[in-house]
T-cell receptor, first 113, second 114 residues
Framework: AQSVSQHNHHVILSEAASLELGCNYS??????LFWYVQYPGQHLQLLLK??????LVKGIKGFEAEFIKSKFSFNLRKPSVQWSDTAEYFC???????????FGKGNQVVVIP | NAGVTQTPKFQVLKTGQSMTLQCAQD?????MSWYRQDPGMGLRLIHY???????DQGEVPNGYNVSRSTTEDFPLRLLSAAPSQTSVYFC?????????????FGPGTRLTVT
């Protein structure tokens, strides 16, 4: 079964700072990769996803992620955060051909105006 | 198109009580699943279904039952609530084929067991 690791559970940064959240997974086969965001009091929304092709994926709200197969990583980045990016971010993975998602424990990001 | 809906939004139960959390989707998705979210634990899969009449256990199924009699509905039953089941529960659905494994989440049910 696949598993997902996210580090630095709590991140505090100022507006306009750059954000990078790490995600590593363990699974020997081909995977689909996702980043979800949960704004305070809301449900999970998809930020971006990777199935195949260009390993640099652009998502909504200026987020992007890079899949590095050799490192089993799918790190999320945003060059300049805003206060409205305050949220919890979850990395998730499923094995291709299998819909079961495994989630990381999440990163709580707080952006200070 | 309402997407994934869940009821109720909030519920307080006493230990030993039973209840059903409702989940419905109107996107004709084959795959539906239930997760629980606890602080610092991320989302953990409770049960899932790949179609009407087909269900299977996830990572943390104990204390929960599910059934899938229609494509649209996937209720989660707590047979005898325990304080350890205090959590936020999310239902999700998706198509069950490549490449569209993107899961759509409902708004959640916040359950407190006293």
């Amino acid at each position: 079964a696949q598993s997902v690791s996210q580090h630095n559970h709590h991140v505090i940064l100022s507006e306009a700072a750059s954000l990078e959240l790490g995600c590593n997974y363990s699974y020997g086969g081909t995977v689909n990769l996702f980043w979800y965001v949960q704004y305070p009091g809301q449900h999970l929304q998809l930020l971006l996803k990777y199935f195949s092709g260009d390993p640099l994926v652009k998502g909504i709200k200026g987020f992007e992620a890079e899949f590095i197969k050799s490192k089993f990583s799918f790190n999320l980045r945003k060059p300049s955060v805003q206060w409205s990016d305050t949220a919890e971010y979850f990395c998730a993975v499923n094995a291709q051909g299998n819909n079961r998602l495994a989630f990381g424990k999440g990163n709580q990001v707080v952006v200070i105006p | 198109n309402a997407g994934v809906t869940q009821t109720p939004k909030f519920q307080v139960l006493k230990t030993g009580q039973s209840m059903t959390l409702q989940c419905a989707q109107d996107m004709n998705h084959e795959y539906m699943s239930w997760y629980r979210q606890d602080p610092g634990m991320g989302l953990r899969l409770i049960h899932y279904s790949v179609g009407a009449g087909i269900t299977d256990q996830g990572e943390v199924p104990n204390g929960y039952n599910v059934s899938r009699s229609t494509t649209e509905d996937f209720p989660l039953r707590l047979l005898s609530a325990a304080p350890s089941q205090t959590s936020v529960y999310f239902c999700a659905s998706s198509l069950d084929r490549e490449p569209s494994y993107e899961q759509y989440f409902g708004p959640g049910t916040r359950l407190t067991v006293t």
